[in-house]
């Protein structure tokens, strides 16, 4: 066992694929991830602790003290900005060392990009038209204060009971949940658009691995408009290029 110890937030794939490259070189880690839904991506990485729950800044700080981890690798969603200024806040307070995993994405010229949901509602109530919506279940209630929105406004979740209940519960018609989890191929999503003779696509900006350039290209092939959320601007580095960092690291701990 290489006598690292990191820490490691995020059930993002990046989060997956970080954890995946250190139980390869003998890394111990802790994994903590927000919702239970994600423990099934992560569930037996060997030298990998899991720890599903939400916790705040002052449990992250009680957590670093304790473990005092050679450093904090902050892979959560780029949505989840309060969440990684936690980790940030945390991590300074306790003198570690803090890397923050970012994605990368190249902007579709095809799109509409929008600096905030608000932004995005506000062009939808000048414009008619069915609306598949494929942000999660986090905004909903924004979108309620759409004309018409019961109608107009097809829903795709992750198939979770929470999220479910919450699109329930805002008044969304049961017809136009749909709960599928992905990747979902230009094929579908493009039977989907058709189905629901949707005009409008939104969805956040991600890389690849989010499925974006597939919502792109069945946005092209369908005539939809695709409307595009724009993550927060961000520093840090790339999968590749923290895989890379630790591989010199481990090769010092080595040497």
């Known amino acids: 066992m290489n006598k690292l ?28 991830i927000a919702t239970e839904y994600g423990l099934q991506f992560v569930e037996g990485i060997e030298n990998v602790s899991v720890h599903q729950k939400r916790i705040d800044e002052n449990e992250m700080a009680e957590i670093f003290t304790k473990n005092k981890y050679d450093f904090v690798v902050d892979a959560t969603h780029p949505f989840a900005s309060i969440v990684s200024e936690n980790i940030l806040k945390a991590s300074e307070a306790c003198g570690m060392k803090y890397l923050r995993i970012i994605r990368e994405t190249d902007r579709d010229k095809i799109c509409t990009y929008f600096g ?11 414009n008619s038209g069915n609306v598949l919506l494929t942000t999660g279940s986090k905004v909903l209630e924004e979108f309620t204060t759409l004309e018409n929105y019961r109608e107009r406004i097809f829903i795709r979740i992750l198939p979770m009971e929470s999220s479910l209940t919450k699109c329930i519960k805002l008044g969304f018609l049961n017809k136009n949940i749909i709960c599928m ?17 949707a005009k409008y696509v939104v969805t956040k900006e991600s890389a690849d691995s989010g499925g974006f350039d597939e919502k792109v290209r069945a946005c092209i092939s369908t005539g939809a408009e695709c409307l595009v959320i724009k993550k927060p601007s961000e520093e840090g580095h790339t999968i590749e290029e923290i895989c890379e960092i630790f591989k010199r690291l481990l090769n010092e701990v080595v040497n």
């Open 116 to 126: 905030s949901f608000t932004e995005c509602i506000e062009f939808l109530k000048g």
């Open 181 to 197: 989890q992905g990747p979902f191929s230009e094929e579908l999503n493009a039977a989907m658009i058709r189905s629901i003779n």
């Open 5 to 32: 110890n990191i820490c490691l937030y995020g059930g993002t794939t990046e989060g997956r694929i970080f954890a995946e490259f250190l139980s390869k070189n003998n890394v111990a880690a802790d994994l903590f």
